[in-house]
């Protein structure tokens, strides 16, 4: 009888456990940027008086559904869709206008996600910050 009551206890503490969304559904949100890596050097710290690229202050990135818009650090903004393919690569597609250098594609490597927050690195370099891979720490608005 005891057995039982354990096993019991056992399977509906399993039964309870809290089941995490996918993480397309966890990225859907506002997000803004915490810091910003252009190659190896931080110019970007979220609240600091010293960055080298204040700009970044106006980066947002609206994921919504299959829809996504884009502004960059020089306040561009970008419409289009997004993909997120298996879990490590967010793509943005179809984006109008077209960003510089681009066919309206860019291409970003996700590491670090949660609910709150997330890193991305470009997949390519950035002719806008001197042909530098950026890394940009996310944070939900």
């Known amino acids: 009888m005891k057995r039982s009551i354990f096993l019991f206890f056992i399977i509906g503490l399993g ?5 995490i969304p996918p993480l397309s ?9 915490a810091e910003v890596k252009e190659g ?5 710290s979220k609240g600091a008086n010293t960055n080298i690229r204040a700009g970044y202050a106006n980066w947002r990135l609206v994921l919504s559904g299959q ?3 884009y502004t960059e650090f020089d306040s561009h903004t970008f419409s289009g869709q997004y ?3 298996n879990d490590t690569k967010l793509i943005l597609k179809n984006l109008t206008p077209k960003p510089s250098a681009t066919d ?8 670090d996600a949660t609910d ?3 890193t ?11 042909n530098s891979i950026n890394e940009y720490k996310l944070i939900k608005e």
């Not at 039964?15 to 089941?19: D, G, L, M, Q």
């Not at 559904?25 to 940027?33: D, G, P, S, V």
């Not at 190896?40 to 970007?44: F, K, P």
């Not at 997949?123 to 910050?129: D, F, G, P, R």
């Open 104 to 111: 309206g594609t860019l291409e970003f490597m996700i590491s």
């Open 67 to 69: 829809s996504v818009t």
């Open 116 to 118: 709150k927050q997330m």
């Open 15 to 19: 039964a309870c456990k809290e089941k």
């Open 120 to 130: 991305l690195k470009s997949a390519i370099a950035s002719l806008k910050t001197g």
């Open 25 to 33: 559904e966890r990225i859907q949100a506002n997000w803004i940027l």
């Open 40 to 44: 190896a050097t931080l110019v970007y």
């Open 83 to 85: 993909e997120l393919e």
